[in-house]
């Protein structure tokens, strides 16, 4: 996979994936970094050829009536590339807390490779995700006396959103020595 500091300047998405959800995040210009795009929600039924859907979040032209479904996951995948003019992607690669390789991890580098074949140009970096999705959550809330409280149902899916934003954060960060300043001057300027 391309060397990290490629994706310096560039508009990003950050993919973290899941079987069932894949959270998106991404840096649409360097002055407001990483932001929550959207969420990629399987369609039930297994395989590999199931459809898969985007949600956005309200920024981007969320809502409910605004979900668009996909043939693939690349498709909807491409479809964010090119309505955020994204010139980058960075994949969580899900490590063990220890640092160690879960199995999770070489079937996040075979899905890099196949977008990476795909996207020829789109250099597509892995990224450490360990923790993401728990400072995401923030601190999980006991419920209340009575079965009441704790997460809404339906946050649990738009925590990987959340996760993918933490992710493209932490990248930004690592970036931020390698980015060129005179590049936010003309950011403001226009």
């Keep these: 996979m391309a060397d990290f500091r490629l994706l310096a300047g560039r508009n ?5 994936l899941g079987r069932r959800y894949c959270g998106l995040a991404v840096r649409t210009s ?4 990483a932001q ?4 990629l929600e399987a369609a039930a039924g297994g395989g590999a050829a199931r459809s898969w859907t985007l949600r956005r979040h309200a920024p981007f032209g969320g809502g409910a009536a605004a979900a668009a479904r996909f043939a693939t996951q690349r498709d909807a995948l491409e479809a964010v590339l090119r309505e955020q003019a994204l010139g980058g ?41 360990s923790w993401s999705t728990r400072a995401a959550a ?45 590049q936010l001057v003309v950011e403001l300027l226009m």
């Design 12 to 16: 990003l998405l950050c993919i973290d």
């Design 36 to 39: 929550p795009y959207g969420l």
């Design 89 to 129: 992607v960075v994949l969580g690669m899900p490590y063990h807390a220890d640092g160690g390789r879960s199995p999770e991890c070489a079937a996040a580098e075979r899905h890099a490779a196949e977008l990476q074949a795909a996207w020829r140009g789109v250099p597509i970096v892995l990224w450490d995700e």
């Design 30 to 33: 360097s002055l407001l970094g």
């Design 138 to 182: 923030g601190p999980r809330r006991r419920p209340k006396a009575g079965g009441g409280g704790g997460r809404r149902r339906g946050d649990a899916a738009w925590t990987h959103s959340a996760a993918a934003c933490v992710v493209l954060a932490d990248v930004l960060a690592a970036l931020q020595p390698h980015e060129a300043p005179a």
